[in-house]
């Protein structure tokens, strides 16, 4: 069993920061990118930013200049969100391309959603 294990969520002012967590647990051989989606309501899931192995990342348009992306050499994946908006608001999805065993191709597996919420 896969499991990416996500943290941080919350509720926050606008201008404000939080930080996203996302550790990967279980049987696991390999780990190629990890990366955030976010899902509003009505909208569909969008990409966040996105992390590979090397460490190369790129990120939503919306995003970029207040996020960044991040990954310790345990796989465990962070988001930084900084100037915070009210249409940041949604349910952000942790997710991962890996392998359980040596020999299986690779899938993309995903956490259970940690909700952002922007307001005052």
């Known amino acids: 069993q896969v499991h990416l294990v996500e943290s941080g969520g919350g509720l926050v002012q606008p201008g404000g920061s939080l930080r996203l967590s996302c550790a990967p647990s279980?049987?696991?051989?390999?780990?190629?990118?990890m990366g955030w989606h976010r899902q509003a309501p009505g909208k569909q899931r969008e990409l966040v930013a996105r992390?590979?192995?090397?460490?190369?990342t790129n990120y939503g348009d919306s995003v970029k200049g207040r996020f960044t992306i991040s990954r310790d050499n345990a796989n465990t994946v962070y988001l930084q969100m900084n100037s915070l908006k009210p249409e940041d608001t949604a349910v952000y999805y942790c997710n991962a391309d890996l392998s359980p065993l040596r020999g299986l191709p690779t899938r993309n597996f995903w956490g259970q959603g940690t909700q952002v919420t922007v307001s005052q």
């Open positions: 992390i590979s192995s090397d460490r190369s």
């Open positions: 279980g049987r696991i051989f390999s780990i190629n990118d």
